[in-house]
């Protein structure tokens, strides 16, 4: 079964927004990463962060974890047009093995 | 040098042919998978080979086969395509048995006639 949900499942913001997106999962994680894909193209790993980690940062990435509530959120402060792409969480769900499973993703567009 | 490298990258086929999407990633990691990415942008993992040895197999029907000729190439042939096999299939790559990040290709849009 799925393993990642994110939400929303689109989000429109204006260039210079914060764009927050949230993913929940369902069973206890190693590790959960953040992926972006632009439009035709392959996923492209952001950030990693494990399952005794809270907080982490990367650029203008954020991303928090709570294991207790099992969800996780990715910040993209002052966006730009070149953030316009989908991304998705990803855990290891280590009961299924050792590949990742991802979510549905989150579709953000951001207009200049 | 492409560092996770698929192809075809657009393959269009009748129902009922064989195909095959060839990938070679030279990161040297040992674990290679191919995910299956449908219309609505859900992937879903096919399998995942480490060190030549199939080490997932979800519940993909039998027509779908990996082959990998050594660490660095995971193939995926395709035997009897149906229209529901149309998808963009992404190959990738990790070390340390998948619990580090995810090295992807370019993806291959499969589409059946």
């Known amino acids: 079964s799925q393993q990642g949900e994110e939400d929303p499942q689109a989000l429109s913001i204006q260039e210079g927004e914060n764009a927050t997106m949230n993913c929940s999962y369902k069973?206890?994680?190693?590790?959960l990463q953040w992926y972006r894909q632009n439009s035709g193209r392959g996923l492209v790993h952001l950030i990693l962060i494990r399952s005794n980690e809270r907080e982490k940062h990367s650029g203008r990435l954020r991303v928090t974890l709570d294991t207790s509530k099992k969800s996780s959120s990715l910040l993209i402060t002052a966006s730009r047009a070149a953030d316009t792409a989908s991304y998705f969480c990803a855990t290891d769900a280590s009961q299924a093995g050792t590949a990742l499973i991802f979510g549905k993703g989150t579709t953000l567009s951001v207009s200049s | 040098d492409t560092a996770v490298s698929q192809t075809p990258k657009y393959l269009v086929t009748q129902m009922g042919n064989d195909k095959s999407i060839k990938c070679e990633q030279n990161?040297?990691?040992?674990?290679m998978y191919w995910y299956k990415q449908d219309s609505k942008k859900f992937l879903k993992i096919m399998f995942s080979y480490n060190n030549k040895e199939l080490i997932i197999n979800e519940t993909v029907p039998n027509r779908f086969s990996p082959k990998s000729p050594d660490k660095a190439h995971l193939n995926l042939h395709i035997n009897s395509l149906e229209l529901g096999d149309s998808a963009v299939y992404f190959c990738?790559?990790?070390?340390?048995?998948?619990?580090?990040?995810?090295?992807f290709g370019s993806g291959t849009q499969l589409s059946v006639l």
């Open positions: 069973t206890s994680i190693n590790n």
């Open positions: 990161l040297g990691h040992d674990t």
């Open positions: 990738a790559s990790s070390g340390l048995g998948g619990y580090e990040k995810l090295f």
